[in-house]
């Protein structure tokens, strides 16, 4: 597949990194010279020019992609490259955009119209993880698939696990209703075998069905956390759409340190409280009660502010702790911190662009990305390799398993012994890298 990436920021490398390891024809455009010289060690080309010019999209050979995301800063700029790449003959074209009201579904058409195929806001994608993170407390991640029929749950484990030091096949036979799919173990993500076993402080990915969810809570020794109280430091677009999203059923305050900002949310958020204060004081956060709050987020530009304000709620007794860590290499290390569950708009962005990747209808395949491995739920095609034999005799690669299905409208694990149907709604779990085996498989 070819695809051309306009704007070489923090989002545009990232993606070009990340389908650069997934075998794909990659180009990726900049004005800056020197930005693109950071990915000369990389497998892409790179072509400098603006973004929004007829001559540079022509010469880049936008003509002939199938692929056109636009992530440069400005989102004005993203959606007339996308306009001009379509017109040139890209398949398809993906903007990313700063406006909610973007998103609004009246007002879609208006992109459609213009040859924009798909938007991506990641802020507001930031938002409804958060808000998912809240409503699930008691785990780092919670993805739903398969219309929540099937759900993998990323729990950071601690002495008090059932789990703990039991090699997999026996877990297995003790409660077929789980599925470790991965264990992340210091900077390490794995694709567990049978005589894996789990250690105290591993972060493991388990699937289930919702119907199990409480067993599963028993057995990784969690219990679960009701929040009312909410604590937001930073009143960033992300603070401003979580808000939108939750308001009405938490009770919410925003600590900002610049006060033309406190002003500006107190007029979009009025159901809010809105402080203007530094969260890295801790005289701050104790005359606004952090000892009574129940969920501490953090969401200011410094990764590093962020990681430590959460150490702080977590010494101050808060439940709930959430950062925003955009810094790629900071999040191994954080994930190793007790500051609970880590927001990164980079890996957000990815996932919905390896969703469009994985299948043109959004409706039947879904990416969610982790700092170092995917989990994709795709749709089985007729005569396809992955319906071709039982699983345990595929002999599919050690960086991807199968996590579970969707078959007749309802969700079940799978073992050695289940063959993949055609029409099946499978789950895979992949390390990065692996995305283009897993498309061999079900194409």
Not at 91 to 118: L, Q
Request: glycine letters at 6%; charged letters at 25%; a negative charge.
């Amino acid at each position: 597949m070819k695809i051309v990436i306009a704007g070489a920021g923090e989002v545009g490398i990232h993606l070009a990194k990340l389908l650069s390891n997934e075998n794909q024809d990659i180009i990726i455009i900049d004005r800056d010279e020197d930005k693109l010289a950071k990915l000369e060690p990389y497998n892409m080309l790179t072509y400098i020019g603006n973004p929004v010019s007829f001559a540079t999209l022509r010469n880049a050979g936008v003509a002939n992609s199938d692929l056109f995301i636009a992530v440069t800063p400005y989102e004005t700029d993203n959606v007339l490259a996308c306009e001009i790449a379509k017109t040139l003959g890209a398949e398809k074209t993906v903007a990313r955009i700063d406006n909610y009201d973007f998103m609004i579904k009246e007002n879609r058409s208006f992109f459609t119209e213009r040859g924009i195929c798909d938007l991506i806001y990641p802020e507001y994608l930031a938002g409804e993880e958060l808000e998912v993170a809240l409503k699930r407390a008691w785990v780092r991640h919670w993805f739903e698939l398969c219309n929540g029929e099937l759900v993998i749950v990323g729990v950071k484990i601690r002495e008090n696990a059932r789990i703990v030091g039991m090699p997999l096949r026996e877990l297995f036979k003790m409660s077929n209703y789980a599925h470790i799919s991965a264990i992340k173990r210091n900077h390490e993500t794995i694709i567990p075998r049978g005589d894996d076993y789990i250690r105290v402080n591993d972060i493991v990915y388990i699937a289930t069905t919702n119907g199990d969810m409480q067993d599963i809570r028993d057995l990784c020794g969690k219990t679960d956390i009701d929040i009312k109280k909410i604590m937001i430091m930073g009143g960033s677009r992300i603070a401003v759409q979580l808000a939108m999203r939750v308001g009405e059923d938490y009770d919410i305050t925003i600590l900002e340190n610049d006060y033309k900002r406190c002003e500006e949310l107190a007029e979009q958020l009025p159901d809010c409280s809105i402080i203007h204060g530094d969260g890295r004081n801790f005289e701050v956060l104790e005359e606004e009660g952090i000892v009574d709050t129940d969920a501490f987020i953090a969401l200011t530009e410094s990764s590093e502010a962020n990681i430590l304000a959460c150490l702080a709620a977590k010494e101050y007794g808060v439940k709930k702790t959430i950062a925003e860590v955009e810094n790629i290499q900071f999040i191994s290390e954080a994930e190793k911190l007790n500051i609970g569950t880590i927001i990164n708009k980079k890996l957000l962005a990815s996932s919905r662009i390896f969703q469009i990747l994985l299948d043109n209808d959004s409706t039947t395949a879904k990416c969610l990305a982790l700092a170092d491995a995917e989990v994709a739920e795709l749709v089985a095609k007729k005569g396809s390799k992955i319906t071709k034999a039982k699983i345990k005799d595929l002999n599919l690669s050690r960086d991807l398993t199968i996590a579970g299905m969707l078959r007749n409208g309802k969700g079940q694990l799978v073992q050695g012994d289940t063959q993949i149907q055609e029409g099946d709604h499978v789950v895979v779990f992949c390390l990065s890298g692996a995305i283009h085996k897993v498309e061999k498989l079900f194409n």
